[in-house]
């Protein structure tokens, strides 16, 4: 109800959003523009000056509003404003968890998980056995975990693997997925100051990166999916989640995690082009490049469909729907090595030097 009655008052004093992002208000006038991001109650106004007053006048007439100035803190993120640019971390929020888990004085670690054994029956984070002894209600797994996907979902892509990795155990935790967890607060206390730095003028547009780890839940037989957007060099968008198919072979698994990334990035051109469209900003159609470590399914998904033994039984939709956009040329998938692949982060657990130069 808030919304409607927020909304309509935009929509009236000569705004418009789009169904592609129905929370971002934008008005343009002959002299610059004003975009409003609404999250509940919460407005973050983004523009040309004069158009910013104009904007937080009206606002005030019609509502009871307390103005905060330029936003330092926003649900959790701290921003800082730089010449160049602007600075988004937790570390003040990471301090806090720290300390509410007794892990402040821990000492630092390099990367947020070991490296798993090829050994399923060895493997540190494999699922509970018949033979081991729950966490009780005292140990705070499920607290940890929200903690956990708070920041990997935010400021925090370098924990995300893992802290999706451990959430799979929130039912049935033990010792060893405790300990898991241990070692993440471990590594955010040594990178408590990490975020993500967005340039004022990026010299790189919007830019993707796909992998899959074949049969990273070995318990289940399923594959990881990982995919990161970078603008100007800087993620903006990222995911690391579970396949919900079995894959039979790497080049399906890879498949299905590029079929997820294009999803992801038609909805990313299609949020940039409404914005710039709407602002008046000049906009270059050109597809966006996604970056994909298996040549196999690079060379499937740019010249068509080949049918074999290895590849009659993958759903179609797999590849059609890659293929027609890369048919329209919205998207251009092009082949790069494992150790420049930065989605490789999302997929599994990496050496200390590997994962450093992803991060």
Not at 74 to 96: A, M, V
Request: hydrophobic share 35%; aromatic share 12%; proline share 4%.
């Amino acid at each position: 109800m808030w919304y409607n009655r927020l909304s309509e008052y935009l929509l009236s004093k000569g705004y418009v959003n789009n169904a592609i992002c129905p929370c971002v208000f934008i008005k343009k006038s002959s002299t610059g523009f004003v975009i409003i991001v609404v999250y509940v109650d919460d407005l973050n106004m983004i523009g040309t000056q004069k158009e910013i007053d104009d904007a937080r006048t009206h606002m005030k007439d019609e509502f009871e509003m307390k103005e905060l100035g330029k936003t330092k803190f926003c649900l959790g993120l701290q921003i800082e404003h730089f010449q160049d640019g602007i600075f988004l971390h937790q570390s003040n929020y990471t301090k806090r968890v720290l300390k509410r888990f007794y892990m402040d004085k821990a000492t630092p670690l390099s990367s947020p998980m070991v490296n798993r054994s090829l050994d399923v029956n060895n493997d540190p984070f494999r699922p509970t056995e018949d033979s081991e002894e729950m966490l009780g209600p005292e140990v705070p797994y499920m607290s940890a975990i929200g903690a956990l996907m708070y920041f990997a979902n935010c400021t925090r892509p370098d924990i995300a693997f893992a802290a999706n990795l451990l959430a799979r155990y929130s039912s049935s935790p033990t010792i060893r997925h405790w300990n898991g967890i241990k070692h993440i607060f471990r590594y955010l206390q040594g990178m408590i100051e990490f975020g993500l730095y967005y340039s004022r003028n990026p010299e790189v547009g919007l830019v993707g990166f796909a992998d899959a780890g074949y049969l990273s839940y070995p318990h289940k037989a399923r594959s990881q999916t990982g995919y990161v957007f970078t603008y100007g060099g800087t993620a903006i968008s990222w995911r690391s989640q579970k396949q919900n198919l079995v894959a039979t072979s790497s080049n399906y698994a890879e498949i299905i995690a590029l079929h997820e990334a294009c999803r992801e990035c038609v909805w990313l051109r299609s949020l940039i082009q409404h914005i710039q469209e709407a602002s008046g900003v000049s906009t270059k159609k050109e597809p966006t490049t996604i970056y994909e470590d298996n040549s196999a399914c690079v060379t499937q998904l740019k010249e068509g469909y080949i049918k074999s033994d290895r590849t009659k039984h993958i759903p179609p939709r797999f590849f059609s729907y890659t293929q027609e956009f890369e048919k329209n040329q919205e998207v251009d998938i092009q082949y790069v090595r494992s150790s420049d692949n930065a989605a490789d982060l999302f997929t599994k657990a990496l050496p200390t030097t590997v994962f450093k130069k992803h991060v």
